[in-house]
């Protein structure tokens, strides 16, 4: 195999990458049924962190195919598929989820400053090439690489592969955010800028149950999250968990128009069509958490969330009826009784959100590599990058100083 010819393309459409392909690069390891199912578990003693990462449903064909076929994703909406194919001897070795954008929207690692300076001094920054998994600020692998294959040289030769692309697409830059640590490290070797970021991710700690995690808190959260569970449902609410083939067109009709609704007064107009829903049902319903609340026999409000195999992915949420606390009920205190039952050892709770500390999710550093073809601007972002690295690096520690968690093991629980 080392001494096998490795050709890069690109390809338009993740169409022309069967979904067994794919797949074998995006969860390796992971018995292939086009449909988004099944788990896969990482190896010990991988240094390189290339090997066999754990299932991460947004990677998968079945998710990035929803998003290009319902409308979402495509390049009437700025994001031109553009994904990074390696094979040797014409077998499929390795993929990169890529798009050539015109924009800097659903990203949520933002660079409209950069865009805005190198436009003023004359540069043209759009289009760029964005290495992420569209509308979806959660980490997974971005150099997708399938067993059997020296995974090293491949990933040389993708990351390589997206320097190259860079220049055949007359593309200022290339983004790749959300990545792996191991990737972010590798990128940096081939002339990529580092960046990190803050979200709030929850841990279990092998709990058996919400008031087990409950107890790990000091008196004054543990109080005030069981005052808030308890007035979330005041009203008469109820609050529903439906997965696989619970979820109906009717369901998914209800978290439409809760999605749009909140949608549309927080970014004007909201990502995903509902045709993506549908799809999403149709090939990885098993991989996707609605939970739904309900009053006087009607849905009221809910969130989306994608089930890897060791974590539950928080998405979106919405609600056509508004009550106190309700939104910490089905996206934060839901998310994580469901990872308790389900034995998942991690929630990601989606971007921002400094609230989200004190009810147990607490600060971790995320990673974007970056490439910028222009010196100039290069050297330019690079400084910045620098100090916003130790910015980053200090405010989590500060944030994380604020967790709700008993700092004495002997405070009564």
Known sequence: M??????????????????????ACASPGKACNGHGLGTSSGLPGDSAGLLKPSY??????????????????????????????????????????????SHSQG??????????AYERAGGRYYPKLQVSVPFTPATGPRLLIRDGVDRERIAEALAGGLVALCGVSKASSVHVTFAREAEWKLLAEHGFLQRTDQQFHWHNEGFASFDDFLATLNSRHRKSI????????AAGITVHWLTGKDITEDAWDAFFGFYMETGSRKWGRPYLTREFFSL??????EDVLLVMARRNDRWIAGAINFIGSDTLFGRNWGAVEHHPFLHFEVCYYQAIDFAIKRG?????????????????YLPRTTHSAHFIADPGL?????????????????????LAEL????????EAP
């Not at 999403?280 to 319903?285: A, L, Q």
């Open 226 to 233: 069981k005052r808030e569970r308890r007035d979330a449902l």
């Open 378 to 398: 290069r050297r330019a972002i690079d400084d910045y990058l620098k100090r916003e690295r130790t910015y980053v690096a200090e405010a989590g520690r500060e």
């Open 344 to 360: 998942l050892t991690h929630v990601e709770a989606g971007a921002q959100g400094e609230h989200k500390i004190a009810r147990g």
């Open 107 to 116: 990203e949520y690692v933002f660079d409209r400053g950069w865009a805005d």
């Open 2 to 23: 080392a001494s096998s010819e490795i050709t890069l393309e690109a390809v338009p459409s993740i169409g022309e990458v069967s979904p067994e392909d794919w797949d």
């Open 56 to 101: 991460n449903p947004f990677v998968s064909h079945a998710f990035l195919s929803a998003v290009e076929k319902s409308g979402s994703a495509t390049i009437r909406t700025g994001w031109g598929p553009r994904h990074l194919v390696a094979k040797v001897n014409g077998r499929v070795a390795g993929v990169v989820p890529c798009y050539l954008k």
């Open 403 to 410: 967790g709700p968690f008993r700092k004495d093991a002997d």
């Open 280 to 285: 999403i049902g149709e090939t990885m319903n």
